[in-house]
Every structure is written in C-alpha cells, then in structure tokens.
C-alpha cells in the first residue's frame, strides 16, 4: 500500500516561495503517476501538478512558470516549489498518486486518475 505525507505548508506574504514535500512510503515497482492538487476554502478541488516516472510533467494554466513538481526517485519525495505566490494560491494542499505495474503512466490534473491520497498541507499567502 502506498502512503502519502505531505509537509511543508505554511503562511507566507505575496510573492513569497514555499517547497511542499510528498514522502511516499510503499512504493515498490511499476510505473507511477504522482500529482499535487489543492482545495481553496468553499471551493472544488483542483489539479495543480503532476509528474511521472519518466519525469513528463504537466501544469495547470495558472501555476506554470511558478510552480515546479520533481521527483527524488533515491528519497521517494516529491516536491512542488512554489515561487511568486499569490493570495489565489491559498488552498489546502494535497500529496496523489498511481501506480502500476503494467502501465506506463502519463501525468495528470484528474483526480479520478489517482487512488493514494495524503492528508493535505495548508499554505496561506497573504497580500
């Protein structure tokens, strides 16, 4: 079973930089997909990044150029460094991901494509 731990959330000024981290315990073999989603207050849950095993990764419109996802494959963590925060970026954070054994899985932002969740990390960007 893999498991998911995000960490790295914090309150943070506009313009400001934060690194989000994914450990992921119970990863194996196969292929995987690992993703970072986020929930705004009163709002649906939104793909953010995702990232495979071949290191494809995708964005959504409103991150890219801010964002990056990557993955340390000798650590099993993944990270979303987050530069140029903006107060629409606060949200609660969350850790996803896929695998298979048969599959070679392409990135993501749907989240009905993962089916390993963390418990999420806030970040809070101020104006």
């Known amino acids: 079973q893999v498991r998911l731990v995000e960490s790295g959330g914090a309150s943070v000024q506009a313009g400001g930089s934060l690194r989000l981290s994914c450990a992921v315990a119970?990863?194996?073999?196969?292929?995987?997909?690992m993703g970072w989603f986020r929930q705004p207050p009163g709002e649906e849950r939104e793909g953010v990044a995702s990232?495979?095993?071949?290191?494809?990764?995708d964005y959504v419109d409103s991150v890219k150029g801010r964002f990056i996802i990557s993955m340390d494959n000798a650590k099993n963590i993944v990270y979303l460094q987050m530069n140029s925060l903006k107060p629409e970026d606060t949200a609660m954070y969350y850790c996803?991901?896929?695998?298979?054994?048969?599959?070679?899985?392409?990135?993501?932002?749907?989240?009905?494509?993962?089916?390993?969740w963390g418990q999420g990390t806030q970040v809070t960007v101020s104006s």
């Open positions: 996803a991901a896929r695998v298979s054994a048969v599959a070679d899985l392409a990135p993501s932002l749907i989240q009905n494509e993962y089916n390993r």
């Open positions: 119970g990863y194996n073999y196969g292929s995987y997909r």
């Open positions: 990232i495979n095993m071949s290191g494809w990764t």
